[in-house]
């Protein structure tokens, strides 16, 4: 079992910056993968970025390339969404998700078990 705590969230104008934090804890948090989905009104809620266990692997949905990046720290429990360059587009409710289906970062929500309460992150332009 997997348990995920979102923050980090907020307002910020189109350009700026902001951090997101995922604390990942539970018996299999150890094997999870995690990713960042959003979901943004009257959308579908989207895979943004995705890491294995052991950070060898990432995903970036191609709207974020050069301008998100993720990354985790066992040690400390913690998976970090860094978002530079921010568009109004980018503005949605975000999910740290988790799931424990082996070293694959899943495009569908479906296949992850485990979910954040969420955070808002908005962009003024």
């Known amino acids: 079992q997997v348990r995920l705590v979102e923050s980090g969230g907020g307002m910020v104008q189109a350009g700026g910056s902001l951090r997101l934090s995922c604390a990942v804890s539970?018996?299999?948090?150890?094997?999870?993968?995690v990713g960042w989905f959003r979901q943004a009104p009257g959308n579908e809620r989207e895979l943004v970025a995705g890491i294995t266990y052991s950070g060898n692997k990432t995903f970036y949905r191609e709207a974020v390339k050069g301008r998100f990046t993720i990354s985790r720290d066992n040690a400390k429990n913690t998976v970090q969404l860094q978002m530079d360059s921010l568009k109004p587009d980018d503005t949605a409710i975000y999910y740290c998700?988790?799931?424990?289906?082996?070293?694959?970062?899943?495009?569908?929500?479906?296949?992850?078990?485990?979910w954040g309460q969420g955070t808002q992150v908005t962009v003024s332009s």
């Open positions: 998700a988790a799931h424990n289906l082996g070293p694959m970062i899943f495009g569908v929500p479906e296949r992850y078990r485990y």
């Open positions: 539970g018996r299999t948090a150890s094997s999870a993968v």
